[in-house]
């Protein structure tokens, strides 16, 4: 027996019916409680209290009421305002007198509020309601119909269904269409209910009604899966549909109807269906994890259309076992370029180690157009194949070699490593440097053992061309460590000139803080400028971008200070300071501003540290050094802007003024600081008019300029 998710249950239904059988669980469980909890929500109901608190009162019943409730609700059905919070309480309380207060509440109410009553009836499934819902079906008004209709589907017994067939026929097309969804609810709770001929007749009735094609597709998906296997031929049906909705219901309804019926069928269409439906079709066995399929599959992999062929191999990917090797071996050598990189993405994925041992052993026996792909996969599988991929390395064919080589990246050992040594430093051919190359980084990467890859490495840098050895110090920089590094940093030091510049170079870009101390040291005996200046910055860039203590990121901007031989590197290291501001940062700050070309720089460095750290004693006295006291700073007026137009920031100003003539914004974006652009896409300025200890003074800076009040004379 199959069981079906509703495709027509409304949301709200769902929930209303989730929270009354909760509601009714928690009053059955304490009785004595519910009898206490709900007089004086019922009181309320009695009262002339405030209709807000008359639905406050309806929301607590829905919790606590029980059937002395109901003669207190009912009335409310008939109020515009309250019906809806009674009829929550009513469809919640566990007592047939709800049920007879909305039956009678039918012929009391009109429009919105008897359509309610009926929904609230359907939520409850009350089979005593059927007479009169059948007489709403004929009603002039199509939504109260409809609500009728959907109601009548809720309670789903016999009488129900006998009321719902005629307005299938003779309804309006709303009507007709509720009344199709009715008889669909109530043919799956014939299924649910292990009635699977009532439900699957009910089913064809709305198949040959003239309602919506949504319900039809709804019924011809009941219809199959309530005939189970002898649903299969109206299944293929479906999927021979030129409609595309019943060919897609048809899909659906594969997979969800197990049987090897469905197999066979699904198979069968295959032979006889379009390219683009073979391709559906196959995604669909794949979902169904259909491995008696596997041959079929196969064969379709091997013929047919482009696209056909590659569905199939995705298939073969998901489904399939070693037995499917020698069939994607084959279409892997395929000249369709795309079919051929499907087989080997296919034979990548194969799940299983018996595919790994099978792919190790044809390789070792592989001749011809399968060698190829069986080395790429041996590679991408990572299958440890080395003595066949070691043979390979010496083939004749550049393409083979190339393939072994890359594998060989992929699964070769720290012990076997030096082959791959030898091949990126001499290799046989010319043309396979850059696959060597590349295949040694790949396999010097992966190594567990960094520090002895590191080592064999290192062992191998004499006897290496200076390309090689260039090549090798890239590999020792991606790998890092502390053998790659001393590495590197001899390599810096070299007499060569390509040594170092690669050296230097390297050490720039490592991405580990223990590269700062090679870095300085080079900074400070380099004798040539040009790698003074590649050090000093990258001992800068490690210093300004790694996560280092606060205390020794100040000290390493001290040696950098120190070792920085140019204006350039030493505004440099202002940067640093102003990113990371302490008292240390502004002594050092201090510092700086001894040197005339950076005076300027390093003060407004100063103020701005000083601005972030605050102004303690400690603070004002070194700000002195650098020309510097504190002020009493006031805004008097800003404007942020053109000419043509700008805004008042005045107090966005003040708010961020402190003891000093330097201002430093919430954000370096003035947009961002004042909120908004006030005239995009136009160069601005910044417009200002202030008082320095009682002196008048007026000032602009260009857009996200640093904000320095020059002090009035």
Known sequence: ????????????????????????????????????????????????????????????????????????????????????????????????????????????????????????????????????????????????????????????????????????????????????????????????????????????????????????????????????????????????????????????????????????????????????????????????????????????????????????????????????????????????????????????????????????????????????????????RRIDAMPPLLAAIDDSDPAIRHAALTALGSVVDLERLPVLIERAIDPKYAEDAAAASAALRAASIRMPDREGCAAKLAAAMPRASMAAKVAILEVLTAMGGERALQTVGAAAKASEDELKDAGSRLLGEWMTVDAAPVLLDLAKTATEEKYEIRAIRGYLRIVRQFDVPLEERAAMCRSALQAARRDAEKKLVLEVLERYPSVDMLRLAVEIAKVPALKNDAAATALAIAQKIGGSVDVQQLLTQVGQRPVKVEIVKAEYGTDAKAVDVTETLRRNVRDFPLIVLPSGSYNSAFGGDPVPGVVKRLKIQYRIDGQAGETTFAEDATILLPVPR
């Not at 359509?115 to 359907?122: F, Q």
């Not at 089913?203 to 299969?232: C, F, Q, S």
């Not at 909705?245 to 197999?263: D, M, N, Q």
């Not at 000249?335 to 296919?346: I, K, L, N, S």
């Open 1 to 380: 027996m199959f069981k079906i998710q509703s495709f027509v249950l409304s949301a709200a239904i769902a929930i209303a019916a989730f929270y009354s059988l909760a509601t009714h669980t928690a009053q059955a469980a304490e009785p004595e409680a519910a009898e206490d909890l709900q007089q004086p929500w019922i009181e309320v109901l009695q009262s002339d209290a405030p209709k807000a608190d008359k639905a406050m009162a309806c929301k607590r019943l829905n919790v606590y009421g029980d059937g002395r409730a109901v003669p207190f609700l009912a009335p409310l059905l008939q109020d515009a305002e309250l019906s809806s919070w009674a009829r929550i309480a009513l469809e919640a309380i566990p007592d047939p007198a709800a049920d007879e207060a909305l039956r009678n509440a039918m012929d009391l109410t009109s429009g919105r509020l008897l359509i309610g009553v009926i929904n609230s009836i359907g939520v409850r499934e009350d089979g005593q309601a059927v007479e009169g819902l059948a007489k709403r079906l004929s009603s002039t008004d199509d939504e109260v119909a409809s609500a009728a209709a959907a109601a009548l589907g809720r309670i789903g017994n016999a009488a129900a269904v006998e009321a719902l067939k005629p307005a299938l026929a003779g309804a309006s097309a709303a009507v007709r269409n509720a009344a199709a969804e009715g008889c669909i609810l109530s043919a799956e709770k014939r299924l649910d209910a292990g009635d699977a001929d009532q439900a699957a007749a009910l089913y064809d009735v709305v198949r040959a009604a003239d309602v919506p094609k949504m319900r039809i597709v709804e019924a011809t998906r009941g219809a199959i899966l309530a005939r189970g296997p002898a649903g299969v031929p109206l299944l293929v049906e479906q999927l021979q549909s030129d409609d595309r909705a019943l060919f897609h219901i048809g899909l659906t309804t594969a997979r969800e109807l197990s049987g090897r019926e469905v197999t066979d069928a699904l198979m069968a269409e295959m032979g006889r269906t379009s390219a683009e439906r073979q391709a559906t079709l196959l995604l669909v066995l794949a979902d169904r994890g259909d491995t008696e399929a596997l041959p079929a599959i196969m064969h379709a992999a091997q013929a047919g259309s482009p696209r056909a062929r590659i569905a199939a191999i995705g298939v073969l990917k998901r489904l399939g076992n070693a037995s499917c090797v020698p069939t994607l071996l084959e279409i892997a050598a395929d000249a369709d370029a795309e079919v051929a990189q499907a087989a080997r993405e296919a034979l990548e994925g194969l799940p299983g180690d018996d595919v790994n041992a099978d792919l190790a052993a044809r390789l070792a026996k592989a001749q011809g157009a399968s060698r190829l792909p069986l080395i790429e996969v041996v590679g991408l």
